[in-house]
């Protein structure tokens, strides 16, 4: 196959490389050569030696490499304008704040919209966390015996903003008889809300959307259909591929990253259960369905967790509240003050242990990357008292990785939150620690 590159060795004396392909019984593939003459004592050419390879798969595998370079570049760009997107109604607010602070209606519209903006913010980044902990087998799942039903009016109630401001028609069937799941609550109802979330978007409003439920042989097939723009059928392959949107302008009207459905798949997958995607095509709307493992019936419920009350929130807590970042720390500081509580503030692990000491707070919330003394460092170092044991101590980071979470409960914190710290879930931590803490 190769006669002509040999006769220019020949005929010119000179090397050459080169690829070809090859049409075989294993159909096309591509071919490197090499082919050197071999030179007499006369300076004649007396031979021709060479090698031939096949790399049809590392040249595969290059163009590989090559798109996912292509798609991770396309992705950054993406993400730096998904996340500066919402800043700019963010500081329109402040400005609307600063102009008029006694324009009580245009600083509340200001605020709820500043609201809305941020939480948009703080959802793409967790998905963001999220999926890079999946990626990396560092998800960790907080499995327990629960109903299906739990799940799906907790994913409900998440997606039930976005389907109504949509003007859709939800409608939910699950079999009457419980079915139990041996599943983590959050992470299968964020499943659900995020296929809800989808179906609401890719709807022209007005829709409908019906989730149903049906229980087979030792598992549960839970289906999210819609009368949406519906997906190619090309495009069917890749959707729960990380970073992929079907090439549609309406994508980009969304605000989205096109990491959910790598999140369901993943969150999934975790679960023992599969997730497909099926549709007749554009406008004929989707449907995917979610099956999933179920574990048998038991006649007790689960114990419920205790309804404790209101932690922080009106009950006068002593609070230190630690933070290198000012803003950080005194804004925190700010809304527990107003709850009620008494909060002094701490900008480095130093100061934080000799506040701890002097002010004797029942609550340290406690960055971890601090300069001086960072916040793991700050609460073995209180903990080395004995007034610091009963103290609870709260790690907050802005990176949830589970390793931190094993770090900073190593280094003596009750809990751990990431930040930006959500109320209800300071509230739901503290009503679980403070009477173990109180209890010694
Ligand atoms: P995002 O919604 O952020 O773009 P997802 O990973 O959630 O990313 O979804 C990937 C793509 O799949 C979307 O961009 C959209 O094109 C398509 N898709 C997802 N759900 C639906 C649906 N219910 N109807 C039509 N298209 C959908």
Redesign the pocket.
Known sequence: MHDREIDQVRATKKPIRGEVPFEGTNGRRIYDYIFVPVIGADGEVEAVAGTTRDVTDRQTMEQELRDAGRKKDEFIALLAHELRNPLAPIRNGLQVMRLAPDDFAAVGEARDMMDRQLSHMVRLIDDLLDISRINRNKMELRRTRLLLADVISSAVETARPAVEEAGHDLVVSIPGSPVYLDADLTRLSQVFS??LT??S???PPGGRIWLSAEKRRGEVMVS?R?T????PPE?LAF?FDMF???D?T??RS?G?????????KGLVEMHGGTVKAE?DGQGKG?T?TVTLPVVAHRSEHAPEAADNGQAIAGSARRVLVVDDNRDGSESLAMMLRLLGNEVRTANDGVAAVGLAESFRPEVILMDVGMPRMNGLDATRRIREHPWGKAIAIIALTGWGQDNDRERSREAGCDGHLVKPVDLPDLEKLLAELLPRKAAG
């Not at 949406?228 to 997906?231: A, L, Q, T």
């Not at 989205?256 to 369901?264: F, P, Q, R, S, Y």
């Open positions: 995020n296929l989808n179906s978007k890719y709807t999210v819609d949406g723009i519906g997906i495009s959707i992929s949107q079907v549609r309406i994508e969304t989205g990253l096109g990491i959910g459905l790598a999140l369901v549709s989707s995917f």
